[in-house]
Nanobody, 124 residues
Framework: QVQLVESGGGLVQAGGSLRLSCAAS????????MGWFRQAPGKGREFVAA????????YYEDSVKGRFTISTDYARNTVYLQMNSLKPEDTAVYYC?????????????????WGQGTQVTVSS
């Protein structure tokens, strides 16, 4: 049974930082590309960042470029999202997802497995 478990969310002031973690189990982690998505209140889920299975290709949504960094730790079967210079508009539930498809994926329909989400709230 595949499980993705996010952690690290919380309340932070604007300009602050958080690091989200997503621990994967039940799958061969090194064969999956991973992504982070978010959903703000009243909005649809949107792509944030993705990393391919080898860790060699990264992709970011424009509004988070230069502020967020996605990375993986294959020894821990964990993907991270380091979030710096946070803004109130980053407030959302953040989800990690895994896909067995080749390359980085920005479309949520391309992902096979999802975590339960972790809340990030940025106060102004």
């Amino acid at each position: 049974q595949v499980q993705l478990v996010e952690s690290g969310g919380g309340l932070v002031q604007a300009g602050g930082s958080l690091r989200l973690s997503c621990a994967a189990s039940g799958l061969t982690f090194s064969r999956y590309s991973m992504g982070w998505f978010r959903q703000a209140p009243g909005k649809g889920r949107e792509f944030v960042a993705a990393i391919n299975w080898s860790g060699g290709t990264l992709y970011y949504e424009d509004s988070v470029k230069g502020r967020f960094t996605i990375s993986t730790d294959y020894a821990r079967n964990t993907v991270y999202l380091q979030m710096n210079s946070l803004k109130p508009e980053d407030t959302a539930v953040y989800y990690c997802a895994a896909t067995g498809r080749v390359g980085v994926r920005t479309n949520e329909d391309d992902y096979d497995y999802w975590g339960q989400g972790t809340q990030v709230t940025v106060s102004s």
